[in-house]
């Protein structure tokens, strides 16, 4: 059985920073994908970051000003979000399966990022 937690959520003014954490407890079969979503209210979930053994992958939106990392002996993902606006509120959701699924199988419960003056 796989779990996935997410940790690290909060508010923050406009251009400051968070961290997110995740930590994946089980084993996942094959080459574990792990990467972050969002969701803001009345909008789709989007893919934030990605992270893989082939590379790292981000929205536009987040180019330069979000970092994904991974510590593979803790099985842990961390999202660093800096310079943070308010169009970043949302949801976030830690996801992580198989390398061959184009979405991982296994979700967080998500935690809540608010980005307000």
């Known amino acids: 059985q796989v779990q996935v937690a997410e940790s690290g959520g909060g508010l923050v003014q406009p251009g400051g920073s968070l961290r997110l954490s995740c930590a994946v407890c089980g084993r996942i079969a094959g080459t574990a994908a792990m990467g972050w979503y969002r969701q803001a209210p009345g909008k789709q979930r989007e893919l934030v970051a990605r992270?893989?053994?082939?590379?790292?992958n981000y929205v536009e939106s987040v180019k330069g000003r979000f970092t994904i990392s991974r510590d593979n002996a803790k099985n842990t993902v961390y999202l660093q979000m800096n310079s943070l606006k308010p169009e970043d509120t949302a949801v976030y959701y830690c996801n992580a399966g198989r390398l061959s699924e184009p979405v991982g199988a296994y979700w967080g419960q998500g935690t809540q990022v608010t980005v307000s003056p």
């Open positions: 992270i893989t053994i082939g590379g790292i």
